[in-house]
């Protein structure tokens, strides 16, 4: 392999590219990062909680940024509003199908306008891009969340905000092609969109400068609320005649673990309840809360637990050993006629034996002993050891009265979700699932659904907090539930409409939700079976309240209801998925499936289509040891912190040469100037490398007209870019004004044609290979052997890119569409 | 004829940015454990993961790496060789084009003398006399004999309370 000299112009003096310079400045030091400030408040009524999201992005660049931000939000929560807003402009969001909002994201960022898209990747997991962000400005984008909070019968309740996405373990081999999206995860065959879920950390240290404001509002509405703790974070709590108002004591606090906060409302109003909402054409949906009854002494099956122990290196530290003290808490609150058995796994699964063993003293104390040998080390292979553990159940000799438990002790920190829920749904058998979720920043989304699908519950332990309260609740609920078999009915009432279509069975101690469409009813009854066969039967009225969550709350579960089956009836897939869609467009309802994008008409302010392209960096999760191996290379020699460096990135000395430009808006002449650094091209945006979504509906068709414009302005370039190498070979400094004019009209020629999406490679070239060329060639001080050197370099990126643009225009894709959100459901 | 440069193993990818950083002097024999060795396998993952380094091309489900990685590979250890922590690097060089890497390597190479002496680490036991007062030991120290060192404590305690006005007998 030959080196890579020409392309490091160390060492020769007066090669000047000349497009951007950083420079080390002593003193003040300016964050060169997109996101600005988030904000999160919470208003809390009835066991809803809705939550409004904003999150501001600023440009500290000299060219048009294109923001990228992977973050969480609560697993299950329903996202029904988004908006972007510009100075004091607001300009609501739509919900299109997601391949169409994308399309239409990128057209608008193609035409040099402001642009924002969220996507949902996984049930917690989403991103947001937020195109064209003027230099100097920002822009802020607002999400409307809403969810249902757990409760137990003690009163009990939990609001889990979650601020950062956790490492995960990527599974699989890397596959070839267009990656999904901005992380540093390569795509797998197991994780199809791993580089949408693994946005960059920062360094230990970084102050990334995020302001973060949360404040929650418990509406009370008479009832008396105690113990208000949150578990995680310094707050302000503010006691009103009608709310508790608690807000974060600092807005400097890092963005490394999830917001927590439990209350407890006083007992006396824990019954079952139903409440209903009516929307403004009529529609009416309710949300049912059913309560267990209190339940007298031990009257559950005998049990055959089997603990899937997750030791994998995302567990190092303290939630290791939080991990292992859970298991061995829960190993306690087993009977004498109960059997267990241990599955600790990182890449490979170890069995603490190959059979059950009798929770005895004697058994408790090898299971006690087996955890203290458990440390963090390896993957988080999770699938194969839920598929052993689940085999184990199932392969048990004899059964009869013994109920079969999975009980997965982990912090859900994987990527390839979908294959483990489907290893659940298929294997489960008759056995029970429960989860107990193990992180200050913890897959929540996920655990929950497991949970779900595996018809137990799940839980959430802070590492290093107090297990004893945390999993109070768990030892009592794992096995036998309380009441099973629960359905609806009533006068008037869309018995159909239920979701999750089976309302989960009552543990004690915890209430169970479903949602459905009461139509015309007043009450409900619920009716289900003791586990002694006994009738359970209650009658409710439906309690009317202002809360259009209830909508939007009913839509999401309803969606959650048909992912699951989308996930396991491959040949059902075309109908499901139209609908979700259906379901998400008439709720404005963001699903995997669809996405929400807003776009800013009012002005271009990006003409030129010069683009950078930045992923926001965020947080190692708290508590988290992992690779302490790499650990060496954070902390490096001192440095005295009055040398820190600081960038500046300055104007472009060439600054005289204004005139030549394409006359950008008066308003926005900076920003549209061509003379800006060039972006990354490594990391070219979502705009632009849209290559494997291609278009299956409603994309404009390619017509003649299209094919010819794009095909003369795409010679009139090559024909310029030939002249001014055979200038530079010539050893003259070639004129540029040609180039960039037939570069601009390019440009603005492809922001009109379909087949901008097709030709990521041309459009790279254009946006920054080609801005390099003409700055380069305008800098005070370029040698024409440089030049000629940058040229000849460029000349093979641009032959890449025609070859690229004739398959287009041929209509040969590089690529067959496919929609990678479609595997990860 | 340019150099194909834009299908590096991950392993050609340390090799060329080793050999560019010696040419430029930029690497240079480790005497003090720190880190401004030549770039390896892990180390560049590593770098990846902070978004440093871009995520590779995969090739036949192999990683390939491009000049535009080279060149952050270069830039990054040339700075460390500067002395300067990884926090640092991160913050200068995150969301950078090409053209400012370029920018930011030779504004390290045309100064090379910037770089600042090494850090020498000196390990000390401590030992609590009584509160208030310290006994700092450096490692590898050998007692010379007691009855001077007596001498020279109680020397230094009379000149400490002296200047105090305190008085421990």
């Known amino acids: 392999m030959k080196p890579a000299e020409s392309v490091v112009m160390v060492d020769r003096p007066g090669h000047f590219r000349g497009v951007g ?129 757990p409760f137990f019968d003690d009163g009990m309740t939990e609001l889990r905000l979650p601020v950062v996405v956790a490492p995960r373990y990527i599974a699989g081999t890397p596959v070839d092609g267009e990656p999904t999206g901005d992380g540093v995860e390569s795509d797998t065959d197991t994780v199809p969109d791993a580089s949408r879920i693994t946005p960059p950390r920062l360094v230990e240290g970084f102050d990334p400068k995020v302001s973060l404001h949360i404040e929650v509002e418990l509406l009370t509405a008479g009832e008396e609320l105690r113990d208000v703790a949150c578990t995680q974070h310094a707050v302000r709590t503010s006691l009103g005649m009608e709310k508790v108002a608690i807000r974060l004591s600092s807005e400097q606090e890092p963005l490394d673990r999830d917001f927590v906060l439990r209350w407890r409302i006083a007992s006396a109003s824990l019954r079952t309840t139903c409440l209903g909402w009516k929307d403004d054409k009529g529609r009416r949906f309710a949300m049912l809360s059913v309560v267990p009854p209190k339940r007298d002494g031990f009257l559950g099956l005998a049990r055959d637990v089997v603990f899937v122990l997750d030791h994998s290196g995302s567990m ?198 479903a949602h459905f469409l009461p139509t015309s009813a007043t009450t409900v009854r619920v009716s289900g079976r003791f586990s002694d066969g006994r009738a359970f039967d209650q009658t409710v009225p439906i309690h009317e309240i202002d809360q259009p969550a209830l909508a939007s709350l009913w839509a999401r579960a309803r969606v959650a209801d048909l992912e699951d089956q989308f996930r396991l009836h491959p040949e059902l897939q075309a109908d499901l998925k139209t609908q979700i ?245 | 004829m340019t150099p194909p440069t834009d299908d590096l193993t991950l392993d050609e990818l340390c090799q060329d940015a080793t050999r560019l950083l010696q040419k430029h002097g930029l690497l240079d024999a480790q005497t003090d454990g720190r880190v401004s060795d030549a770039p390896d396998a892990r180390t560049v993952r590593y770098y990846t993961t902070m978004g440093l380094v871009d995520r590779p091309r995969i090739v036949d489900r192999e990683a390939r790496y491009g000049w535009r990685q080279v060149l952050q590979v270069l830039t990054i250890k040339a700075l460390q060789h500067q002395g300067r922590p990884l926090l640092q690097i991160q913050k200068l060089l995150y969301g950078r084009s090409e053209a400012e890497l370029e920018s930011v390597l030779r504004g390290v190479t045309e100064r090379p003398q910037q770089r600042r002496p090494a850090v020498k680490t000196v390990t000390v036991r401590e030992v609590v006399l009584e509160p208030g007062l310290r006994l700092l030991v450096e490692d590898g120290f050998a007692a010379s004999d007691a009855d001077s060192l007596v001498a020279r404590f109680r020397a230094a305690v009379a000149a400490l309370s002296a200047s105090n006005g305190g008085s421990p007998s």
């Open chain 1, 21 to 149: 310079r950083v420079e080390c400045v002593r003193g003040e030091e300016k964050v060169m990062l997109p996101l600005a400030a988030v904000g999160m408040k919470a208003r809390v009524s009835d066991r809803v909680a809705r939550v409004t999201v904003t999150q501001t992005f600023q440009n500290p660049f000299t060219d048009a940024l294109e923001a990228v931000y992977i973050f969480p939000l609560s697993g299950g929560s329903a996202v029904s509003d988004f908006e972007m807003r510009v100075g004091k402009r607001v300009i609501k969001g739509a919900v299109k199908e997601r391949q169409e909002a994308r399309a239409t994201y990128a057209k608008a960022t193609q035409e040099g306008k402001r642009a924002a898209l969220m996507e949902q990747e996984r049930d917690d997991v989403f991103t947001v891009s937020c195109g064209n962000i003027p230099p100097g400005e920002t822009v802020t984008v607002v999400i409307e969340t809403a969810e249902r909070l």
């Open chain 1, 316 to 513: 190092e530290g303290i939630k290791m050993a939080s991990a292992a003290r859970s298991c061995s808490m829960l190993l306690q609150t087993l009977g004498p006629r109960d059997r267990f058995a241990i599955a600790a796994f990182d890449d490979s699964t170890s069995w603490m034996d190959r059979q059950f063993t009798w929770a005895d003293d004697a058994g408790l104390a090898r299971g006690d002993a087996f955890l203290r040998t458990v440390s963090a080390d390896g993957g988080t292979e999770l699938a194969p050891a839920l598929g052993e553990a689940l085999d184990a159940v199932l392969k048990r000799r004899e059964t009869s009265g013994r109920s079969p438990v999975v009980v997965i002790l982990t912090d859900g920190e994987v990527g390839d979700e979908s294959g483990i829920l489907r290893i659940l749904q298929k294997k489960l058998g008759d056995a029970r699932a429960f989860t107990v979720g193990i992180d200050t920043a913890v897959n929540s989304g996920f655990l929950k659904r497991l949970a779900a699908l595996g018809g137990g519950t799940s839980s959430f332990v802070t590492p290093g907090g107090d297990l004893e309260d945390a999993l109070r609740s768990v030892g009592r609920e794992i096995g036998q539930p309380l009441v099973t078999d629960l359905s609806i009915a009533g006068n008037g009432l869309d018995a159909a409409s239920l979701a999750p279509s089976r309302i989960p069975d009552l543990f004690a101690g915890r209430a169970s939700a």
């Open chain 1, 581 to 825: 869609v259906r379901i998400a467009c008439e709720h404005t309802l963001l699903t995997r499936f669809t996405a929400f994008v807003a776009v800013d008409h009012a002005e271009i302010v990006n003409a030129a289509g010069s683009s950078r392209h930045v992923v926001q960096p965020v947080e190692m999760p708290a508590k988290w040891e992992m690779d302490k191996g790499m650990r060496v290379f954070c902390s490096a020699a001192p440095v005295q912190d009055a040398e820190c460096a600081s960038i500046t990135t300055e104007p472009l000395q060439f600054e005289a040469c204004c005139e030549e430009a394409p006359a950008p808006s008066p308003k926005n002449r900076k920003s549209a100037s061509p003379k800006k650094p060039a972006s990354r091209s490594g990391l070219v945006g979502a705009s632009l490398s849209f290559r494997d979504s291609g278009r299956n509906q409603e994309a404009p068709t390619l017509s003649d007209k299209h094919r010819d414009d794009f095909t003369h302005a795409l010679e009139a370039f090559a024909k310029a870019l030939a002249a001014a190498r055979t200038e530079s070979r010539a050893g003259r400094i070639p004129q540029t004004d040609v180039l960039e004019e037939a570069r601009v009209a390019l440009v603005q020629t492809l922001a009109a044609s379909p087949l901008a999406p097709d030709v990521p490679l041309l459009q790279r070239f254009l946006r920054q290979s080609a801005l390099e060329l003409v700055a380069a060639c305008r800098t005070d001080g370029a040698t024409a052997a440089g030049l000629h050197e940058m040229f000849e370099h460029h000349a093979r990126l641009f032959e890449s890119a025609l070859k690229e643009a004739d398959a287009a225009v041929a209509g040969q894709r590089g690529r067959r569409w496919w929609a990678f959100w479609e595997k990860t459901v």
